[in-house]
């Protein structure tokens, strides 16, 4: 009995023995893991040294980035076989065993806090150095255009200034606002020291208009574009600094927020007559369509002029059915259509990725004078008949039409002769002529005919 509970208590002091060692050798591990790793905060272009051992066996280093832009590595490997080492932080996980010798590296990274780790993996032992060169990009805008939610709530880029920024191996991408006052043709002159970046263009909707492949160098981009806010990103798997200057030349367009479509040109007033009406198509923007109120049946004519290659007009009665459709090429040409009274509709449509500016004018549809026969101080004009209420003769001894101008109203349509007296014998005159319609508004004309010359007697 006595000798088994001696048994039992030297049992009970071995066991306790036991866990002593085990707790002990625990702590002694852990101070050694601990004392394995030498940590310091260095600086942009500090140097550090370390020297691997059989107690040293990591090296880490916290570097903080107040800006964006290219940090330098020139890694020496001293040891008798490779290192490890790694640079981590705000989205970056980069590393690479290095043999003994050299090993220079470079990043170009997004402004933040990282940590750089050299580490024995393999168990070499010996030294190493590493220098650190950083290179601030100069970014213009460095905190709000790492993301198009942020880039909608920064201020807006300015026309006519150098933008400067940089692709990071941590930075999604670049975006920025921008805001045409009206419609017109944005140029963009690129910069670049990266191979290759997409750059893309949405407008306020997130709707994709236009992107494009940059290269390293110099190029622009021409785009015409509506009147609106924009956001311009740039991304790519390359890294590097990138400039930009957006320039912005307007259109003039006499309606640029009312002939967007069909349904909106139906709710607004009618263009006017014998006015030139300015219109642009943009690369948002496929149609653009006008009112025109008519205020008696008969021909009109349609002058268009366009800096594009293609451009389709359709013309359409009050209830949308077809009246006529003309296919235009770069340059100025006169329709002339049969237009019933009341409203109309005039439909201009660019002809595949075409766009640009154009412009109109809808008259009557001028006449022309057949004859001019001379007599004794007098000559008879004889012209065409025309639409609308009236004609107007007009008469010089200027071909010019600039001095001693002198003009006759018909008051009726149907009348298609005039002869004019008490002129000077002998004498040439210029006469031409243009026809008129009475409108809610007053006479509307039509252009004057190509001027004939007769010599009275």
């Not at 359709?314 to 006529?324: F, L, M, Q, S």
């Not at 004794?376 to 001693?404: C, E, H, I, M, R």
Request: glycine fraction near 8%.
């Amino acid at each position: 009995m006595v000798f088994t509970q001696r048994k039992e208590k030297e049992m009970k002091r071995n066991v306790l023995t036991i866990l002593t060692v085990a707790i002990l050798i625990c702590l002694m591990m852990t101070a050694s893991a601990f004392a394995d790793t030498t940590t310091a905060v260095i600086n942009p272009n500090d140097t550090v040294k370390g020297s691997f051992t059989d107690t040293v066996k990591t090296y880490e280093y916290t570097l903080d980035l107040t800006e964006s832009g290219k940090l330098e590595l020139d890694i020496h490997n001293g040891c008798d076989d490779s290192i490890h080492y790694s640079i981590k932080g705000d989205g970056l996980n980069r590393g690479d065993y290095i043999h003994p010798g050299d090993a220079p590296y470079d990043y170009e990274l997004a402004p933040g806090q990282y940590t750089i780790t050299f580490d024995n993996k393999y168990g070499p032992l010996g030294d190493f150095s590493c220098a650190t060169k950083f290179t601030p990009s100069g970014e213009t805008y460095t905190e709000a255009n790492d993301s198009i939610n942020l880039i909608r709530n920064s201020k807006l880029i300015p026309f006519k200034k150098t933008v400067k920024g940089q692709l990071a191996l941590n930075d999604e991408g670049d975006w920025f606002k921008i805001e045409l006052p009206s419609s017109g043709k944005l140029t963009i002159d690129f910069h670049s020291d990266i191979d290759t970046f997409e750059w893309t263009i949405k407008d306020i909707d997130d709707k994709h208009i236009k992107s494009e492949y940059i290269r390293k160098g110099d190029c622009s981009i021409v785009i015409e574009l509506t009147k609106g806010t924009y956001y311009m990103g740039f991304n790519g798997s390359d890294t590097g600094n990138y400039t930009f200057k957006p320039a912005f030349k307007a259109s003039g367009e006499t309606y640029e927020n009312e002939n967007e479509t069909v349904n909106l040109a139906r709710e607004n007033n009618p263009i006017p007559f014998a006015t030139v009406i300015k219109g642009q198509m943009a690369l948002n923007d496929t149609e653009d369509c006008f009112k025109l109120k008519v205020p008696k049946a008969g021909k009109y004519s349609i002058k268009v002029t366009s800096k594009m290659d293609s451009t389709t007009l359709n013309v359409r009665n009050k209830n949308d059915e077809y009246v006529a459709q003309y296919f235009h090429k770069k340059g100025t040409k006169i329709y002339t259509v049969s237009l019933k009274k009341g409203n109309n509709y005039l439909l201009f449509e660019r002809g595949g990725n075409d766009y640009g500016n154009y412009s109109f004018k809808v008259t009557p549809a001028t006449v022309s004078i057949k004859s001019l026969t001379k007599a004794s101080k007098s000559f008879k004009a004889v012209w065409k008949k025309g639409t609308g209420d009236g004609y107007q003769l007009q008469y010089s001894t200027d071909k010019n039409f600039k001095k001693n101008v002198k003009s006759k109203t018909v008051s009726s349509i149907k009348t298609t002769s005039k002869t004019i007296k008490s002129l000077k014998s002998k004498k040439t005159y210029y006469v031409r002529i243009r026809t008129y319609v009475n409108g809610s508004d007053g006479k509307v004309w039509s252009d004057w005919s190509k001027a004939k010359s007769v010599k009275t007697l």
